[in-house]
């Protein structure tokens, strides 16, 4: 079974930067979709960015020109760059594999553990 495994979460300054990797294991990512998904407390889950197995990339209103998402499949690694960094990007972060980017958050197949990202001076 893919298991998932985000890492790269901490506390950081607004208008910093921060760079969180998803890590799998257990099969390749190659063929799957991954995505970023971010939830804050009261707020819904939503999804940040994500990538397709081809390499294509999405990315919601709120984090485009700022954050960049990226596969390597030799290392069977998707991270998710984030500059210029707000506070309201405050949010526990998720990534998830899925057959395609387009579906909803809760049919995304496989999830890791999330890691905290808080934006604060």
């Known amino acids: 079974q893919l298991q998932l495994v985000e890492s790269g979460g901490g506390l950081v300054q607004p208008g910093g930067s921060l760079t969180l990797s998803c890590a799998a294991s257990?099969?390749?990512?190659?063929?799957?979709?991954v995505g970023w998904f971010r939830q804050a407390p009261g707020q819904e889950r939503d999804r940040v960015s994500c990538?397709?197995?081809?390499?294509?990339?999405v990315y919601a209103d709120a984090v485009k020109g700022r954050f960049t998402i990226s596969r390597d499949n030799a290392k069977n690694t998707v991270d998710l760059r984030m500059n210029s960094l707000k506070p309201e990007d405050t949010a526990v972060y998720y990534c998830?594999?899925?057959?395609?980017?387009?579906?909803?958050?809760?049919?995304?197949?496989?999830w890791g553990q999330g890691t905290q990202v808080a934006v604060s001076s």
């Open positions: 257990g099969s390749t990512l190659d063929y799957y979709a």
């Open positions: 998830a594999a899925s057959r395609e980017c387009e579906i909803l958050w809760w049919d995304y197949n496989y």
């Open positions: 990538v397709t197995s081809n390499g294509r990339t």
